[in-house]
């Protein structure tokens, strides 16, 4: 299981903001698993913290060219680069003081971010790292533009660029991300802007913080005042940003990314579309207890339907009574109008016991996977052994199943499993599972 990371120790860098042009100092602290990416305004009195996540990016219309993040009229611009760093380096959780409104532009890559990260050095924490596992195609497209996401047993970026200027003209990539990869072959690239945008960017009040040290400017003849680090570094550099863009999602993405013309705009497309896709699936799937922000030993229907992804009229468990490492107690109320005594005896109603047995599992399940280091898996059983059927369950009774776990490993669990009623056994089972990626 892959582990959160956060850095050992503070660092920092100074510089000036590309499209603001203001001095700017970024200082990098350690942040506690699950915090996130965290950036705080401290030239501001009220310190405003402004997560980097996909509801604070602000309108492309108000950014163009580059990504900002927003709360209200609290702003910081150009994050793009830094954001491809972390994701490059896996880093979840770090909080960034800033004192300006934009992040420095350094030499126009992501290759300085790195090189401050690592020499604050990475700190593997103990929750799992947040990802998404893309299990159909994702599309976006804008005229001549498009996006696909494919599945993948990896994280891979195929990236198409094409220009009328005749020095830049096709270019494609097509790379698997890894950190030696990324800090290799990505994370050097630099922006770049066309020599005949210049003057129409400055209007737009964008550069004025570039300069041909961290801007490639191009013409049909080639690089002006400066030389490319890559023969093919203006797609290597669109990969970045679409790198950085996706890692606003607040996880990791596992899919082959197809980018064909793609920039800003298309990406936040894609990373809204993601976001929503991973939202309907986490709705029916399950969820790590520490995630839903469980409090207390008991959990409601509400909570048990977003860890189980089992759902009427095959959910057994009504309510969680109590619940500790590695025990946990469910009830089910047996009513009349359960499906399955239309049919089972209907003129003497009995629950089956194979439900019995099946609603002991969900809530052996609930336990096992409300742990964190579990997120995202699925349950199975493997075997079940010493089965014992010690009294019939009626409509009007209600199931109390108590489960003790007496195994438990990363991928294989065992548990003693007992219904009861009013106190007295009605079943009793030794549960296997074998835990398995969603």
């Not at 120790?9 to 603001?20: A, K, R, Y």
């Not at 492309?60 to 611009?77: E, F, M, N």
């Not at 096992?368 to 059983?381: V, W």
Request: net charge neutral; glycine share 8%.
């Amino acid at each position: 299981m892959e582990k959160q990371k956060t850095i050992k120790n503070e660092v920092e860098l100074q510089g000036t903001g590309l499209n603001t042009g203001n001095k700017v100092t970024l200082k990098f602290k350690p942040s506690p698993p699950n915090s996130g990416i965290n950036f705080v305004r401290v030239d501001l009195a009220s310190k405003p913290i402004i997560n980097a996540e996909v509801a604070n990016l602000v309108d492309i219309s108000k950014s163009p060219r580059h990504t900002s993040l927003g709360s209200g009229d609290v702003w910081v611009q150009t994050v793009e680069h830094l954001m491809a760093a972390l994701s490059g380096l896996g880093i979840d959780n770090i909080l960034i003081e800033i004192n300006s409104n934009e992040l420095p532009a350094m030499d126009g890559s992501s290759l300085p971010f790195i090189e401050a990260l690592k020499k604050a050095g990475l700190s593997e924490q103990e929750a799992a790292k947040k990802s998404f596992i893309i299990r159909e195609p994702l599309w976006v497209e804008d005229e001549s533009a498009y996006i696909v996401v494919f599945p993948s047993n990896e994280f891979k970026i195929t990236y198409t660029l094409n220009y009328e200027n005749l020095f830049i003209g096709s270019q494609y990539l097509n790379i698997p991300v890894t950190p030696e990869i990324f800090e290799k072959e990505l994370a050097p690239a630099r922006t770049f802007c066309l020599q005949k945008e210049v003057e129409a960017l400055l209007s737009l009040g964008l550069g004025k913080g570039a300069n041909y040290e961290n801007t490639l400017v191009v013409s049909d003849g080639g690089v002006l005042k400066n030389k490319l680090r890559f023969n093919d570094e203006f797609v290597r550099h669109k990969a970045l940003d679409l790198l950085g863009d996706l890692y606003l999602l607040g996880f990791s993405v596992k899919g082959h990314v197809i980018a064909v013309r793609s920039g800003h705009n298309l990406n936040i497309k894609l990373i809204h579309k993601i976001k929503q896709k991973r939202e309907k699936w986490m709705e029916g799937s399950m969820r790590p207890a520490d995630e839903l922000k469980v409090t207390g030993t008991e959990l409601d229907i509400n909570v048990i339907k977003r860890i189980l992804p089992h759902r009427y009229p095959f959910l057994l468990v009504d309510k969680i009574v109590m619940m500790e490492a590695m025990r946990i107690v469910g009830v089910k109320n047996v009513t009349a109008n359960e499906e399955f005594f239309q049919g089972h005896f209907p003129g003497r109603p009995i629950m089956p016991g194979v439900l019995i047995v099946e609603a002991m599992a969900q809530t052996a399940g609930i336990l096992m996977l409300s742990r964190n280091e579990n997120f995202g898996k699925l349950a199975y059983f493997t075997g079940i052994d010493n089965v014992r059927f010690r009294k019939t369950v009626v409509p009007g009774e209600q199931l109390v199943m108590e489960i003790q776990v007496t195994r438990f490993k990363s991928r294989t669990g065992q548990a003693r499993a007992e219904a009861k009623v009013d106190g007295k056994l009605v079943c009793e089972a030794d549960l296997m599972f074998a835990l398995v990626e969603a």
